[in-house]
């Protein structure tokens, strides 16, 4: 037809020839092929060297079982805690703290406290007598006299050498200065002291950002929580311990879980298996990097690691000086 022109037909591509991919052709299908073989190669060769390596940690067992992680929890503990026949006994508030009309013993030396959980052979009242000088002592185990006898202890020996005087042990074995404090508003403070004496070792720094007793020190028979203070602008916050009731602590997971947030010691998976603890190499990995930290943390000894812990920008040297402060401020308030 005129006007119109004839557009000659365009020819079609061309079939793939068979062994050809639409998307790639022959030869990148060739070079798949040439590709997953050596990779499929390299897989079996690590499950292979992994399976081997396996066997050989089981077989030679460089660490023993016991001290890799997750490490042994020690629910014998705390079957002695609920069994109530302990020195030291479960408290809510603080943790754990001296039990009343308590009976223990330690590389010879007895301890005893009387019905309020005080140190002594003998009750107090809460208002002292006319005339008689009133101090209470609160502290770790060097407040509370560890390794000797009620009549050896510092605070019987101090009320000999000054007439008129009576002092009251409020100390704790493995306190630190926070518990110190707490025990001090609960169980010090309606004895009216005229002057607290606070008892502070070098290595208390360390107790302040601790919550769970075992993080700090797993080989330990004290299998309890304790609260903590976390600086805040307005200075401390109290971080109460979790644990209202013994059987809590009793289940690994629960304890991590609730315990394990602000413990500066705590690592994941101390107590607690994960999935792939199914493996010894696992294990053995995670054990060489929790040993790492704790050896970078603790120092080859207490000098080093006490060296760093009293920078002043740590956290745990901010938030022992702050308690010692709040508390001497507390005692002071309170007319001693």
């Not at 002594?120 to 002292?128: A, I």
């Not at 025990?183 to 010090?188: F, T």
Request: proline residues 8%.
């Amino acid at each position: 037809m005129k006007g119109e022109e004839r557009l000659a037909p365009t020819p079609s591509p061309p079939l793939p020839s068979l062994g050809e991919g639409v998307g790639g052709g022959g030869q990148s299908g060739r070079a798949a092929r040439r590709l997953a073989l050596p990779t499929s190669v390299v897989v079996m060769s690590l499950l292979i060297g992994g399976l081997a390596a396996e066997i050989g940690v089981r077989l030679a067992q460089p660490v023993p079982a016991q001290d890799l992680l997750p490490l042994p929890y020690n629910h014998e503990g705390l079957r002695r805690l609920a069994a109530g026949d302990t020195y030291l006994r479960f408290d809510p508030l603080l943790g754990w703290s001296t039990g009343p009309s308590a009976r223990g013993e330690d590389r010879g030396a007895i301890y005893r406290t009387n019905s309020a959980g005080i140190r002594s052979d003998r009750e107090f009242g809460l208002e002292p007598a006319s005339g008689v000088r009133r101090l209470a002592a609160f502290g770790d185990s060097f407040a509370h006299c560890d390794e000797v006898n009620n009549s050896d202890c510092w605070t019987l020996r101090l009320e000999r050498a000054w007439a008129g005087t009576e002092v009251l042990n409020f100390g704790v074995p493995a306190f630190g200065p926070d518990q110190a404090w707490l025990r001090y508003e609960r169980d010090g403070r309606p004895y009216h002291p005229c002057a607290v004496l606070i008892g502070y070792y070098i290595g208390d720094i360390d107790r302040v950002v601790n919550r769970f007793r075992p993080f700090y020190t797993p080989e330990t028979s004290l299998v309890v929580g304790k609260p903590r203070f976390l600086l805040d602008r307005d200075g401390l916050s109290l971080l109460p311990n979790p644990a209202t009731r013994l059987e809590q602590l009793d289940d690994p997971a629960w304890v991590e879980e609730a315990l394990g947030p602000h413990d500066h010691w705590y690592f994941p998976g101390t107590f607690v298996a994960n999935p792939f603890d199914v493996f010894e190499l696992v294990r053995l990995g995670r054990t060489a990097v929790y040993r790492r930290i704790r050896r970078i943390e603790l120092g080859s000894d207490q000098r080093e690691s006490h060296a760093r812990a009293y920078g002043g920008q740590v956290e745990a040297f901010q938030v022992a000086g702050q308690v010692l402060q709040v508390l001497c401020a507390a005692v002071r308030l309170a007319g001693a």
